[in-house]
């Protein structure tokens, strides 16, 4: 009887290594981050999406803006407590006029874009010429907000513009893309 357990030991002790040749290992990688964030960005804000509307383009030819389109950036899980209580904006983009910060380019569509038309926004609800939101990527101080606990959301106002009060707007397909930053201070 010894003997058998014996055999079937080293017989077991064989057949080891060449079960663990054909053994595969991996890799487990940890990605993270800690952050001295006041708030996150909502789920709601990754990506806006803004419908402008349709126009005729006589119709934007005879005055310098259209209607404008309310949309928000959320924050939420803010801390109004911590250090950094103050939530800072800036927004690039393609401008649509040398020299004019305030005024986004239509995204090319080939021969199909729009023509003598950009994208403004402004912080407050029908302000056509003050609180414009710069895409330079420079600050935009009016929209500094000092942070609440909980959510905070930040109303914006898109319209589009003529470039050139002088040249008819031409019809085509009028979108744009903007990206923002949000800081802490």
């Known amino acids: 009887m010894k003997k058998y357990a014996l055999n079937i030991a080293v017989a077991s002790a064989l057949a080891l290594p060449f079960g663990l040749a054909n053994a ?26 803004v419908p402008m509307g349709s126009y005729a383009a006589h ?6 803006n259209t209607e404008a389109r309310q949309f928000a950036i959320n924050l939420t899980g ?21 020299g004019n910060a305030n005024l986004l380019a239509l995204d090319l569509d080939g021969s199909n874009a729009a023509t003598n038309l950009g994208i403004a926004i402004s912080g407050t609800n029908g302000d056509f010429t003050t609180n414009l939101i710069s895409f330079d990527g420079s600050p935009n101080a009016f929209l500094d907000t ?40």
């Open 78 to 98: 803010c801390d109004a407590s911590l250090a950094l209580n103050t939530a800072e904006f800036t927004f690039s983009g393609t401008l649509a006029a040398a």
């Open 146 to 185: 000092p942070l609440v606990d909980g959510t905070n959301t930040i109303r914006l106002y898109a319209f589009y513009k003529r470039i050139d009060g002088a040249q008819p707007v031409t019809s085509g397909s009028a979108n744009a893309t903007a990206t923002f930053t949000v800081s802490y201070s």
């Open 59 to 64: 119709h934007i030819s005879g005055i310098p």
């Open 24 to 49: 595969s290992t991996g890799t487990i990688d940890f990605v993270g981050e800690v952050t001295d964030e006041t708030c996150s960005l909502g789920a709601d804000s990754i990506q806006i999406t």
